[in-house]
């Protein structure tokens, strides 16, 4: 079992930076891969980005490629979302996942822990 906790969302204005943190606890943390999702009023929950469980390999959506990264610290159970230029269109609530499965990074379903979300908005 792993618990997830997000912090760090807020308010920005377009163009700017924010950094949003996943403090994870329960066992074997390390072991998971990770991710990245966020969803808006009335949409499905849309993949951000995904970091394997030793933090080698990174996947990003297509919309956000170049400008967040993502980044996995297992000695102090965090992962961590970089997110640079930010855009009215990333407005959102960010949640953060954990899996085991090592495929299908954008896949929702296949992540069995959920943080409770942060917000994340971004004004014109």
């Known amino acids: 079992q792993v618990q997830l906790v997000e912090s760090g969302g807020g308010l920005v204005q377009a163009g700017g930076s924010l950094r949003l943190s996943c403090t994870a606890s329960?066992?074997?943390?390390?072991?998971?891969?990770m991710g990245w999702f966020r969803q808006t009023p009335g949409k499905e929950r849309e993949f951000v980005a995904a970091i394997t469980w030793i933090g080698l390999r990174t996947y990003y959506a297509n919309s956000v490629k170049g400008r967040f990264t993502i980044s996995k610290d297992n000695a102090k159970n965090m992962v961590y979302l970089q997110m640079n230029s930010l855009k009215p269109d990333d407005t959102a609530v960010y949640y953060c996942?954990?899996?085991?499965?090592?495929?299908?990074?954008?896949?929702?379903?296949?992540?069995?822990?959920w943080g409770q979300g942060a917000q994340v908005t971004v004004s014109s």
């Open positions: 996942a954990a899996k085991s499965g090592a495929t299908r990074w954008s896949v929702a379903t296949d992540y069995s822990f």
């Open positions: 329960g066992r074997s943390f390390s072991s998971y891969n």
